[in-house]
């Protein structure tokens, strides 16, 4: 796209209110598609599927987070070259056949197929909506943005997750709350296709707005890939915060569920549980996004990830439906502290102009942690127990915060432009 291609568009949350609204709506029946598997997945693989083995039913996780990760990566990149709404319209296609594997599915085969399609669709339509957003929102207000974005996805997955569990304690666990899935689908879709605008324009004029590319010019998408993993000790931090964030996420939608169920909690009392834990994450993120953007990204990234790791201590010392519901509530406040910062600071230090396919690294990394911590968790919980699985998550978990707060720099400088206030290293 060459200057005289770019439409003249102006950045800034107030300017796109209209676009921004309706991604964070659009957003939010994304997250929904999530949610609706939250409550209900552990249960039908232990009553319909009579697996035991824990790993065995965790295996679904693993398979979302796997294709979820490695679409990430290629989301990125082909929003940078084909544009953001022809993803996000290709995303909510793979989604369609989804709910309706889910009611029907013979075996749990056909679960695991449902949820690599989902893992895909997930891929394609969350990382392109995050995307859209820092693309209009411009570098001032680029933590507040992914908060609403956050804040739409995960409180839409606490309400799905809710709203399923609900309906399978009135009429059972299939297929009557996956109807719900149907609506999602139509609505994400439908909303798509029909009032989402392309951003691409806006990030080509905030990249002509941030000045030229470092002498070097345009990195490669493999210095890219390495700058993001491994080479920039900021884009890296954030990037192994990301994965672990994710590890312990894959560990409390897979187990926790099954804990709660040992300690004799009734399907409705699991529902609410495992709303809590998405809810207090996604109302938070309206503060902690913003507040990130006031007080700089390092110390919310290396503090939330300690908070969380104490939430899991507490759930996993708890017996009584209240204690587990504060251990929730906990996990959810430290995830709503690390998810957006981390991707606001990916903003920071990434160039405009190879910033998509940045992101799409570091979400291929950090939606890996699903698979891993699904692996991890079943693995130790089948060999030493529930409780020993979140045990060793918390220690995972706790341990990141150190590596964020030895090996990251401050990415935010306060009353300085995003980009401007970001050198990588």
Sequence with gaps: MTARDVPAVRLGLRENLAQFSLLVVVNAFVGAMIGMERTLLPSIAAEEFHLAAKSAVLSFIVVFGVTKAFTNYLAGRLSDRFGRKHVLVGGWLVAVPVPFLLMWAPSWGWVL????????????????????????????????????????????????????????????????????????????????????????????????????LPKEGMPTQRAIFWRTTLLDRNLSSVTQAGLVNNLNDGMAWGLFPLFFAAAKMSLDQIATLAAIYPATWGLSQLVTGALSDKIGRKWLIAAGMAVQSIGIVVVVSARAFWSFAIGGALLGVGTAMVYPTLLAAIGDVAHPSWRASSVGVYRLWRDLGYAFGAVIAGVTADALGLPAAMWLVAGLTFLSAVVVAVRMKETRVVGVPANASAKPS
């Design 113 to 212: 197929f449902a949820n690599a399609l989902l893992g895909i669709s997930q891929g394609l339509t969350w990382s392109t909506t995050v995307i859209m957003k820092i693309d209009l929102a411009g570098p001032s207000k680029r933590g507040f943005a992914m908060g609403l974005n956050e804040f739409a996805g995960y409180f839409a997955v606490a309400a799905s997750a809710l709203a399923t569990g609900l309906v399978a304690a009135r009429y059972g666990l299939r297929p009557q709350p996956f109807y719900l899935g149907v609506v999602f689908v139509a609505l994400g879709l439908g909303l798509s296709v029909l009032a989402v605008r392309e951003t691409k324009h806006h990030a080509a004029a905030e990249a002509k707005l941030a000045g030229p």
